[in-house]
């Protein structure tokens, strides 16, 4: 099982991830921000050999997938093939079309090559039918026992599963699928289903 944190800004400079399996950091915001320490925080998990992902925080009340995916990508680009990418889905964003949000993992996958997960909390889930069907993979926060109900995704990717004392992950896959995970980062333009984490575990 590979166990992780997701972080931001608020960890600090000097957040300590030895003793993670990998790092999820976020990247941007909006269609303008970058987080101040995205690239302090990724450089040093790379320099510790962690695996790692990166995230946008949506705010469709301001602006366009479009632009968004924009700024995401351009933050990101130089650790595409070698990150897990992300959508974060709460706050405000609820309150605005989960279309919204398919168009930017649309978009971020046809700049990139990458398949994003998306992020939001189990009560929000049955909403993302269609991004379910579009093939993207879950990141699913429920900070309590039993582990999150994916429905209508057939796989649960990530489980945050606490915020105590910061965000703490699991790759949910890596159980069913030995090394399914390791394999999504390194051949990122898979698509995060049942189907495809067959021919992942097999490659």
Known sequence: MLQGCDISKWQGEGFD???????????????????PLFYKHITNAIKQNKLIGAYHYARPENNTAEEEAENFVSAIKQYIGNCLLALDWEGT?????VQWALDWLLEVERLTGVVPL?????S????????AENGNGLWCAKWSEPKPKCQPF?????????????DKDIFMEILQHGNYIVNL??????????????????S
């Not at 998306?118 to 189990?122: M, N």
């Not at 057939?154 to 910061?166: D, R």
């Not at 980062?185 to 097999?202: D, F, G, M, P, V």
């Open 93 to 97: 964003a609820l309150n605005y079309p």
């Open 17 to 35: 991830v030895s003793d993670q399996d990998f790092v999820i950091v976020k990247a941007t915001e909006g269609r303008t921000y970058t987080d």
């Open 185 to 202: 980062i390194e051949n990122q333009t898979k698509k995060i289903t049942a189907t495809s984490a067959k021919s992942l575990r097999n």
């Open 124 to 131: 929000y889930v049955k909403n993302l039918k269609i991004i």
């Open 118 to 122: 998306i992020y939001c909390s189990e």
């Open 154 to 166: 057939s796989v649960l990717a990530l489980w945050q599963h606490t915020n105590t004392p910061y």
